[in-house]
Each structure stands twice: as C-alpha cells, then as structure tokens.
C-alpha cells in the first residue's frame, strides 16, 4: 500500500479557495485516490476519489497529475463548517472492496 | 453508497471486563473493518473480516484481544477483550464497495 503525505495543518478564511496537496510517489498502477473529511466523534466521510486527471463533484475538486505521484484536493470557497481532518488514501479497489490505511491527514481550520 | 450504523455509540467500562460492538450495514458487502482511532490520532486498521472467513489482523492487534464475528454479510462485531484503559478510544466499523464508508464509531472509556 502506497504511503502518502500531507501538510499536518493549513488555515485558511471564509469564502477562500483551500486546496490541499497529497504525496504518494510510491502509487500503483491499479490504485486510486480518495479523499475523506473527519469531523470530531465522527465517523470519516468520503469526499471525492479519482484515478487520474481531474475529478469535480458537488463539494470538490480533485486535480491529478499525469505522474500521479500527488494529488490536491480543492475547497472552493470555504466556510466555518469545512473545518476539519482530510485524509489523502491510496489503495486498489478488489473484488469486494479494498483495505484502506491511513495517514496523518491534514487539519484545516477555517476563520471567520 | 452504504449507511453503517453502530452499537453501542458509547460505553464506560471497568478493566478487566470486555465489551461487544456491534455493526450493522444497510446493504450486502464483501469485505468490513474495524479501526481504531485514539484521541486526536489518525485511525488505525484492526483487521478485515470476510463473511464466511477468520478475520486478518494487523500487525500489533491479536484474536484474543479483539476476536470479531462476521456471521453475514451486513452485520459484523468486535469484542473488546480484557479491557485496560489503554483501550480507550473510538472504534470504528467501515465497509468498502469500491468506495470505503465508516459508521458513527463506538467512543470507549476503560476506567
């Protein structure tokens, strides 16, 4: 399993534009990127995940390179609520699923 | 998608004691696990539990300390066996379908 490394903390302002950079140099050929936001005494919910080029859903964006050696996953326009743990994941979906290990994640903090 | 939930959604217990979570998914999968998450850590994979299989273990966590259930596909348990308050922490159930999900967690204090 590929291991990743992301930025211990980032703080940003209402309404800005975070974007988050993950790397994972080691990443296979068959694995994908997944992005996960944590709340306090909450379970991780899925945000976004990719395989290559770029990603957009409903709450972000997910840009990757040609390499795949990283990955940034974008907050357009930030609130107070975006405050929270992101884990950047990389593993390889197999039949039935696959095992996901997590890194340190990256704590946003978000001012008013 | 899946919706996970869990039981309990938190417990107080002795040392000495064990304690069942239980987990519990809205659809059939293949594949669950049991993390654990310590105050302000990242999470850390228990083991994966196959229906119809013993579950696999993580290096540093043992079946006699943390045996688990898969009796079906959408339901799971994990005990916590011999609790000590090293053990206290928020366990997790996840699910993957291609796309991983996590339940609510079970927040677990060992007095």
């Known amino acids: 399993l590929a291991k990743t490394t992301q930025p211990i903390s980032m703080d940003s302002y209402e309404g800005q534009e975070v974007n988050i950079t993950c790397s994972h140099n080691n990443i296979a050929t068959n694995d994908y990127i997944t992005w996960y936001q944590q709340f306090p005494s909450q379970g991780p919910r899925f945000i976004i995940q990719?395989?290559?080029t770029k990603v957009t859903n409903e709450v972000a964006s997910l840009f990757i390179p040609a390499d795949r050696k990283s990955s940034t996953l974008s907050l357009p326009r930030v609130s107070l609520s975006d405050t929270a743990v992101y884990y950047c994941?990389?593993?390889?979906?197999?039949?039935?699923?696959?095992?996901?290990?997590f890194g340190a994640g990256t704590r946003l903090f978000v001012k008013a | 998608s899946a919706v996970i939930s869990q039981k309990p959604s938190r417990d107080i217990c002795q040392r000495g004691t064990s304690l069942t979570i239980q987990c519990q998914v809205d659809?059939?999968?293949?594949?669950m696990f049991w993390y654990r998450q310590q105050p302000g850590q990242s999470l850390t994979l228990i083991a994966t539990a196959n229906q119809g299989s013993e579950a696999t273990y993580e290096s540093g966590f043992v079946i006699d300390k943390f045996p688990i259930s898969r009796p079906n596909l959408t339901f799971s348990t994990l005990t916590v066996s011999n609790m000590s308050p090293e053990d206290s922490s928020i366990y997790l159930c996840?699910?993957?379908?291609?796309?991983?999900?996590f339940g609510p967690g079970t927040r677990l204090l060992v007095l």
């Open positions: 994941l990389v593993g390889t979906p197999g039949t039935g699923g696959f095992k996901t290990i």
């Open positions: 659809s059939q999968v293949t594949m």
């Open positions: 990719g395989y290559k």
């Open positions: 996840s699910v993957s379908t291609g796309t991983q999900y």
